[in-house]
């Protein structure tokens, strides 16, 4: 694949610098061919794999959880369970790898950075009045900086849909760069929430002005809006990241979220950044799934291939 050079800082700083600059610059981005993308989606969808191939696949997915819990009903009891299974998903067998992070509210940051603490298992906070986004900037801050002084690593933030939906592309993107501001050294997943976007082109627009802000990651859905991620809408977002580390020189990772559930399902996303984007991608530095049940059927499948007995959903813990 050839690549352009990467754009210079001044030629970046021209296409943020006012409303209308960005609103072109989105606006010329090359239009998304829906009926393309969901046929390439259903051939990608039919690749089987091999034995070898999917055990190692089944253990890189287990590693790329973002193992979550975002209802009103969490308390410190189940967040503690939550990250004794990140730190042993299976503790009949100390070779499944641990998943990247656990996702929280940020009332349950200090429970989870207690739990994990010199692990490497990273602690997520949800941000910024998720999952509406309807708060004042100084309030989403706020949320985001007490996130982070009670241990967060990382922050997924959500944009504000209303504004960005109605053409208010440079509010939406000062917003991202504030929060990322904010956030300092941690990683900052933008959640775009696809469900409200209504149409591809809004999602490849969404990519490109939370990358341009500064987003480390970008996220699909909150899990509460149905739809929340699909095979098409990720694609879309792989092609945006790998067209802007082409174009800006930077590499952002990607994070599907809500209704995967399955290794079948899990299999293909995995199919789909090794198709789209390569190696640089299957990484959990560069991949993650938003997940709370996923875990559980990766890991019966996970028995099955090394035992070749298929354990019961009821054999590993309920999340």
Known sequence: MTTTAPLPVERRSEITA????????????????????EARVATLSTRSIKTTAKAWAIDLAISMI??????????????????????????????????????????????????????????????????????????KLAD??????????????????????????????????????????????????TGELVTYDNVRRASWLAMLAGGDF???STGKISPAATLPVTLVMLEAVRDFRDTMGRQVGVKPAGGIRTTKDALKYVVLVNETVGDDWLDPDWFRFGASSLLNDLLMQRTKLTTGRYSGPDYFTLD
């Open 144 to 193: 985001t900086r007490d996130a982070l002084a009670a241990g967060a690593d990382e922050i997924d933030m959500v944009i504000d849909r209303g504004a960005f939906l109605s053409g208010r592309y440079l509010e939406v993107f000062e917003e991202i760069a504030a929060v990322k501001q904010a956030a300092g050294d941690a990683h900052l997943k933008v959640i775009l929430e």
């Open 66 to 139: 973002d193992l979550t819990t975002l209802e009103g009903q969490d308390t410190p009891g189940k967040v503690r369970a939550l990250c004794a299974k990140a730190l042993r998903p299976d503790p009949a067998d100390q070779s499944t790898p641990r998943v990247a992070a656990i996702c929280v509210y940020p009332d349950m940051v200090p429970v989870a950075a207690h739990e994990l603490a010199g692990s490497g298992v990273r602690v997520a906070s949800v941000a910024t009045a998720f999952p509406s986004g309807r708060a004042a900037l100084p309030v």
């Open 18 to 37: 006012s409303d209308a600059s960005l609103r072109r610059f989105l606006h010329g981005l090359p239009g998304v061919d829906q009926v393309g993308a």
């Open 218 to 220: 970008i996220k699909t």
